[in-house]
């Protein structure tokens, strides 16, 4: 028996040894949401993934803290006349963590890779906008010459668009479109080159350590342009996905800033709301509901518009999510650059009533019972739960929810399998577009089967109008035929990113609409 | 003893084979891939993916190619973390969860066997019922509801130990015996009425009778036959620990693998679900071929078929 | 056949049983009758968000207003059908399967429990996670058909370990006398199956009955915590716990979401648990005193 627990002890040891200390404290701490899927700038799709790639990588544009565009690599650009021809000025003294230069030829050569076909970027499409991009990267122009960036040398690149667009200059703050050092990847492989230890990078910060559902620990890039206004040594980022785990870290002072608006506690949202160390602010998503406008009785304009009348969003912000969001009418979120929405449907019970007596369902007699899909399970299901309720309260129809697992759920939507579908939507960039282009027909993102080809048309038209007021008049003109005469969609409420940290000690995170939040501004107090 | 090994160790192979093949034939089956997202992927780009990750071409040319590389080591890439190969998830991840599961294994049963003596040796009294009572009481919360119950108190309130992550040894105290608690409860109550039966035995009597101390007659002679059942447990309990520490490793950020057993899934994540499904069998099978080999040292009846 | 009317006169010697008894009643009653008296609905919304408890609501409210109570109640009903169910589902599968292996013995005996002891090496939580999955496409309009697809799943998750038990019963039994003598007077096995060896189990099935509906009823509560359980408004006493547990923080406890459904669970799988020990006592012979 004692010999027993000699052993066991001896193990216990040995298996506690399989514990990670850690060698040194980070000088900040915050909480980043789930496990980034990649590094790689030309893979990834994810907001999280996002804010740790422009720490690690910077593009020929970056962002101040609040979310506006700054020189980055390029230190100015020429734009010409027609809005298609830009010309990048690179500074000559951007450097990579190893002391190589950053060149315009590193630019072409990280589009190029990331417009591979073999490399799958999911995020191409970004690129899109440059003349070609699109053939080359389907496979059908096989020489990327023709493609419109070229480097004429070391410090100008030239780039080339197909119509004249107004937010290319956000775009290339966007992670896609960052610079790789090519030699690493050759070096290393498509898979090694990004890990710690092999990762080559340009930004304000490179990677130190990477473990899986640990932490991602950031170290000051010394080669880094913009040392000097760096203001954080060593970051660390941790991955979790359940909202109270996160909410405990920070409370016990583990963390100190939580970034993620997923990982608050959403019962706890209204006690927390007037802490001073709760900052929140209206950022570029929208949630809404989509309906599938092929099968009956939802392919009637007439029921669509007045279930969208039925929904009380003030209700629903108030009861259920909770965090201040400003309750949605429109679809494209309050607070783009140089743009205003149209009015469309908001609250009107005694409309809908109406609007459903003239589709042919008074009192929703005779209306068959449909189904509200949802994935995730806390607020869209509080959010449907509330809905289900409206309906058949205000307009007397049944409504039965189908929470089905995120994967299926993609599945039924994107196959119309569905009646009224809960959905969400986070712009790229600060434009109406990023919203508007979803539901052209055909749109790979539309999935409502609605197709208007005036709707098209204003779309396209936009896409060509060099004038900011013009095309302003011919995008609100669109988003009214969207929510408000045709209603394939029902906006409910625009999000709100919210921020947990101390104002006394943390500065430089400015509440702003893309909810982008640069690492290498922030500094810590202690 | 060597013939027994071998037909066991072959048995565990042919089951591990049976298993894996079961497990990518679920997987590919299911509805939605791995590159399904929010936002549509233009059909040349997925078709891209779908070569990267070898998931192309039939399902049966898929399966192929997956068996002939598992033989060679070889677990393939992660979908869902794209710089990832298997082998180097499983890596980081494994002995993480080894650590958990074995402190929880060894406080299942010390705390388990103590109590469970305990009890027998107090039976009746105040003592054996409380104790079961306990014990019983813990099978009968859910431990996502005890973790968290135990973090607000032992961490937020008490400031004992930190809340969540996995960076010293303070930090495996909490999750450990949360995840051991429900299996301590088990191993007590079935420790408690083996001893009860042992003690009832002849041999038992007469060595009171000689006037040998409660304590030796208790540990040295009723100890090596009541432990039997634990030690069959044990098999289960190996299995359990593994599948309990998904909750375990969610709550208190625990960089293990209970996390993939269902976000590989979820995630549609095939070759990381096969890695995890061959760990997890495999760690079953070993558990099972020791538990045997145990049991035929503490019973000299049994053999080793 | 005997066994019977002594065993519950042993039971009903244990107060401790007794009590489990009546809790049992009282929670089942209140589940078949409860939902429909206590004046709410349990998908009713209203304006009452987190009530505490009080007067008009006995167990406080939700996040929707929706009183606790009735959701407590209707979630018994719930989960005491899926873990009945569910058991069942595994006790016909199991006893069927074990029954056979342990009667006809030799090479079938051996090859269905090999067979047991593969299924016994699949991590079956990855299963059931696929079955949920792949089949909800089809649950999507029915609630009814997602609460099958529970306990068929949730059943197969238990019926090894029953037909590991009904396999070694049926090889000590087949060897009495009864059984030569039911043979030698020529009766087919499905016969001397069903009528001379099931009532000669009867007392080990029921025991590991009682024991597995906690099981199940706890597979339940952990497929509502990943997602994967009933679907709303429906309630479980797993999703309700679950949703509580959610509750537990430092800022603010609505300490009634997770204490009431807590306690109705918990009450629940205590009574089952200690009168399974105590029909384990009485049916299993080793115990036995002198």
């Known amino acids: 028996m004692m010999r027993l627990l000699h052993v066991s002890f001896l193990i216990s040891i040995c298996l506690l040894s399989g514990c990670d200390s850690k060698s040194q404290k980070a000088d900040f701490v915050f909480l980043n949401g789930a496990e980034p899927e990649s590094l790689d700038p030309a893979v990834i799709t994810g907001q999280l993934e996002g804010r740790l790639v422009s720490s690690l990588f910077e593009g020929l544009t970056a962002r101040d803290p609040t979310g506006s565009i700054v020189p980055g690599v390029a230190e100015r650009w020429e734009i010409s006349l027609d809005g298609r021809q830009y010309l990048f000025h690179l500074r000559s003294d951007a450097r990579w963590s190893n002391g190589d230069p950053v060149t315009a030829y590193d630019f072409a050569d990280s589009w190029k890779r990331t417009l591979l076909p073999q490399t799958a970027a999911e995020y191409a499409y970004q690129l899109y906008y440059i003349e070609n991009a699109e053939a080359f990267n389907a496979g059908k122009l096989p020489d990327f010459n023709q493609v419109g960036v070229h480097a004429l040398d070391d410090q100008r690149l030239e780039v080339r668009l197909t119509n004249p667009t107004p937010f290319f200059l956000d775009l290339c703050a966007f992670p896609t479109l960052m610079p790789v050092h090519m030699k690493t990847i050759q070096k290393y492989g498509e898979d090694e080159w990004i890990k710690p230890g092999h990762i080559v990078s340009n930004g304000p910060y490179t990677l130190e350590q990477w473990r899986i559902n640990q932490r991602v620990r950031l170290l000051a890039n010394p080669f880094y342009w913009d040392r000097a206004n760096v203001g954080l040594n060593r970051i660390d980022a941790l991955p979790t996905d359940n909202a109270n785990t996160a909410f405990n870290l920070y409370s016990s002072g583990a963390a100190d800033l939580t970034l993620d608006k997923n990982l608050i506690p959403a019962m706890l949202l209204d006690a927390l709301r007037g802490r001073p160390d709760f900052h929140s602010s209206p950022f570029l998503g929208t949630y809404f509901y989509r309906f599938n406008v092929t099968r009956p009785p939802l392919n009637n304009p007439l029921v669509r518009q007045a279930i969208a009348l039925a929904i009380d969003k003030k209700r629903i912000v108030e009861k259920v999510t909770r965090a201040g969001e400003p309750v949605a009418d429109h679809f494209v979120p309050p607070g783009i650059h140089n743009y205003e929405s149209p009015a469309c449907l908001g609250h009107n019970p005694d409309e809908a009533r109406e609007l459903l007596r003239k589709a042919g369902y008074p009192g929703g007699k005779g209306f068959p019972t449909i189904s509200l899909l949802y994935a995730d399970q806390s607020i869209a299901k509080g959010v449907a739960t509330e809905v289900q309720d409206m309906l058949h309260k205000e307009l007397g129809i049944t409504v039965q929810l189908a929470q089905q697992e995120w994967k299926v759920y993609l599945n039924s939507m994107s196959q119309l399998d569905y009646d009224i579908a809960a959905s969400s939507w986070l712009g790229d960039y600060n434009d109406p577009n990023t919203f508007l282009d979803m539901f052209v027909t055909g749109g790979g993102n539309n999935r409502t089967g609605w197709s208007n080809a005036r709707y098209d048309g204003l779309i396209q038209q936009a896409a060509k109008e060099v004038d900011v007021e013009k095309r302003k008049i011919i995008l609100q003109e669109a988003e009214g035929l969207l929510c408000r005469d045709e209603a394939p969609i029902a906006p409910v409420y625009f999000y709100v990113g919210v921020q947990f940290y101390d104002p006394q000690k943390i500065t430089g995170l400015v509440q702003n609409v893309l909810d982008e939040h640069p690492l290498k501004y922030i500094r810590k107090q202690n | 003893m060597l013939v027994f090994f071998i037909r066991r160790i072959l048995g565990g192979l042919l089951t591990l084979f049976i298993v894996i093949s079961i497990t990518f034939f679920l997987m590919r089956a299911m509805p939605g891939n791995a590159f399904t997202k929010e936002r549509k992927l233009p059909p040349a780009i997925e078709k891209n993916l779908l070569a990267k990750y070898k998931l192309d071409g039939t399902v049966w040319q898929q399966y192929r190619g997956y068996m002939s590389d598992v033989l060679q080591g070889d677990l393939r890439l992660s979908t869902k973390y794209r710089s990832r190969t298997v082998n180097e998830v499983l890596k980081q991840t494994l002995p993480v969860s080894m650590t958990l599961g074995g402190v929880a294994f060894l406080i299942a049963l010390a705390v388990g066997l103590t109590l469970g003596c305990l009890a027998a040796i107090g039976h009746k009294t105040m003592l054996d019922r409380v104790s079961m009572f306990v014990a019983v009481l813990s099978v009968a919360i859910p431990n996502f509801v005890i973790a968290p119950l135990a973090i607000l108190f032992f961490a937020l309130y008490w400031h004992i130990f930190p809340v969540a992550g996995w960076d010293s040894i303070r930090h495996v105290v909490l999750p450990a015996t949360c995840l051991a608690l429900p299996f301590a409860a088990y191993v007590a109550r079935l420790t408690r009425n083996s001893m009860l039966e042992v003690l009832n035995q002849d041999y038992i009597r007469t060595a009171r009778a000689k006037g040998v101390a409660e304590a030796r007659v208790v540990l040295k002679h009723a100890l090596k036959v009541a432990i039997l059942p634990v030690v069959s447990f044990s098999g289960p309990l190996a299995a359990n620990l593994l599948t309990g520490s998904l909750v375990i490793e969610q709550i208190f950020k625990v960089p293990g693998v209970g996390a993939f057993f269902v976000n590989g899934v979820l995630n549609r994540d095939t070759f990381l679900v096969g890695g995890v499904v061959i760990v997890y069998s495999t760690l079953l099978i070993l558990f099972n071929i020791i538990v045997d080999v145990l049991y035929t040292f503490l019973d000299r009846r049994i053999q080793l078929a | ?290």
């Open chain 3, 1 to 290: 056949m005997s066994a019977t009317p002594t065993a519950w006169q042993r039971l009903m010697r244990h107060p401790t049983a007794i009590i489990c008894l009546v809790v049992l009643a009282v929670i089942v009653l209140a589940a078949i009758l409860g939902p429909s008296y206590t004046g709410y609905g349990y998908a009713q919304t209203t304006d009452q968000q987190f009530a505490s408890p009080s007067f008009e609501h006995w167990c406080g409210t939700d996040l929707h207003g929706r009183d606790l109570l009735t959701r407590i109640l209707f979630g018994a009903r719930v989960s005491l059908m899926v873990g009945l169910i569910g058991t069942l589902v595994s006790l016909i599968v199991g006893v069927a399967y074990g029954m056979i292996a342990g009667y006809r013995g030799g090479r079938v005996d051996a090859l269905m429990m090999r067979f047991v002891d593969v299924l016994y090496c699949l991590p079956r939580l990855i299963y059931i996670i696929v079955l949920i999955t792949s089949l909800s496409r089809f649950t999507k309009n029915s609630p009814e058909a997602r609460l099958v697809l529970l306990f068929t799943g949730l059943g197969i998750m238990e019926w090894l370990t029953m037909a590991r038990i009904v396999r070694g019963q049926v090889l000590t039994l087949k060897e009495q006398q009864f059984v030569l003598a039911a043979r030698t007077l020529g009766a087919s096995a499905p016969r001397i199956l069903i009528r001379h060896l099931l009532p000669n189990l009867l007392g080990v099935i029921i025991v590991y009955l009682t024991l597995t509906i906690p099981t199940v009823i706890l597979g339940e509560s952990f497929l509502s915590f990943l997602g994967l359980g009933i679907q709303a408004p429906q309630s479980s006493w797993g999703s309700l716990i679950s949703d509580g547990a959610a509750a537990i923080n430092s800022v603010r406890i609505y300490w009634w979401l997770i204490v009431f459904p807590g306690l109705a669970m918990g009450a629940t799988l205590l009574s089952l648990n200690l009168l399974g020990d105590h029909l384990r006592d009485i049916f299993d012979p080793r115990t036995t005193k002198a």
